[in-house]
């Protein structure tokens, strides 16, 4: 129980449910969220380029290339991967369109890059913004994303282009992977949870010991495969949290969430 004390941290997940933590209706929460887990990495690009020649081809270009952690499968089953790219921008000239080349690869192929898109701003204006989301989601955009060159590192190529005038972009984008947890990671959720209750003060730290004195039993059972014992387990969390509950030892609502949460986890867990 002391170890998965120190092991886990508040997460940006947890922080949207203790900010439904008085909401009594676990509709408005919906506790399904809490298994389809995200995984976030941000990347910026941002200069100023003017024309110039490379190799003979003449032109305000400028790429670069920054490592991402691609997708680990120890997580849990990949369901979806979303790009999202938001862009500002300066242009010399209103005579041509922005260019824009993006992309996420393994090794090291420059003429074809995995996952790559291109996409063109017409510019109206000198300043110009645009954005562009991409949602990966079929068995066979998962596949490509799962499969992957482990010798080497994994990149996130940017790359943006004007013909005749100079340019300025800022841009940043984000890449999600949205999975489905192991059972192990679901509980370390929820240890995450009863810690946050306990941080905002919605359950006292005596209290929450005894929550994740049940958890900490759960987790062995799982590094023991004993499943039917992590079912007995999860059911002792139930039981304890309805208990503390009676006693005015936690927030009806957040119990709630959490016996939603626990229940959901033995669901998962093929519980009878």
């Known amino acids: 129980m002391i170890g998965l004390r120190n092991i886990l941290s508040a997460s940006p997940f947890f922080k949207y449910i203790a900010s439904c933590l008085f909401m009594i209706a676990i509709s408005i929460c919906s506790i399904g969220m809490a298994h389809a887990s995200e995984k976030t990495q941000s990347f910026s690009s941002d200069w100023t380029i003017s024309p110039w020649n490379y190799y003979g081809d003449t032109a305000a270009m400028k790429w670069h290339y920054i490592e991402y952690e691609h997708w680990d499968t120890a997580l849990g089953e990949l369901r979806e991967v979303r790009v999202q790219t938001e862009i500002l921008g300066e242009h010399e000239s209103q005579a041509e369109d922005v260019r824009v080349r993006l992309s996420f690869f393994t090794g090291w192929k420059p003429a074809g890059y995995q996952l790559s898109s291109v996409f063109y701003k017409p510019v109206n204006d000198e300043a110009f913004s645009f954005s562009k989301s991409?949602?990966?989601?079929?068995?066979?955009?998962?596949?490509r994303w799962i499969n992957y060159e482990n010798s080497s590192p994994a990149y996130f190529f940017f790359e943006s282009?004007?013909?005749?005038?100079?340019?300025?972009?800022?841009?940043?984008?984000?890449?999600?992977?949205?999975?489905?947890?192991?059972?192990?990671?679901?509980?370390?959720?929820?240890?995450?949870?009863?810690?946050?209750?306990?941080?905002?003060?919605?359950?006292?730290?005596?209290?929450?010991?005894?929550?994740?004195?049940?958890?900490?039993?759960?987790?062995?059972?799982?590094?023991?495969?004993?499943?039917?014992g992590a079912c007995d387990g999860m059911g002792a969390f139930i039981n304890a949290t309805e208990e503390l509950a009676s006693q005015g030892g936690i927030e009806v609502g957040a119990a709630m969430l959490l016996t939603a949460e626990a229940n959901q986890i033995r669901t998962d867990l093929y519980c009878s």
Not at 134 to 143: A, C, G, L, R
Not at 171 to 193: G, K, M, N, R
């Open 161 to 228: 282009r004007t013909q005749e005038a100079g340019h300025t972009i800022s841009a940043v984008t984000t890449l999600t992977f949205i999975y489905d947890s192991l059972p192990d990671q679901l509980v370390l959720e929820l240890v995450d949870l009863v810690l946050n209750y306990e941080e905002s003060s919605v359950l006292s730290g005596g209290m929450s010991n005894v929550l994740l004195r049940e958890l900490d039993q759960v987790m062995t059972h799982i590094d023991q495969n004993n499943m039917q």
């Open 134 to 143: 991409i949602v990966y989601d079929s068995p066979e955009e998962i596949q």
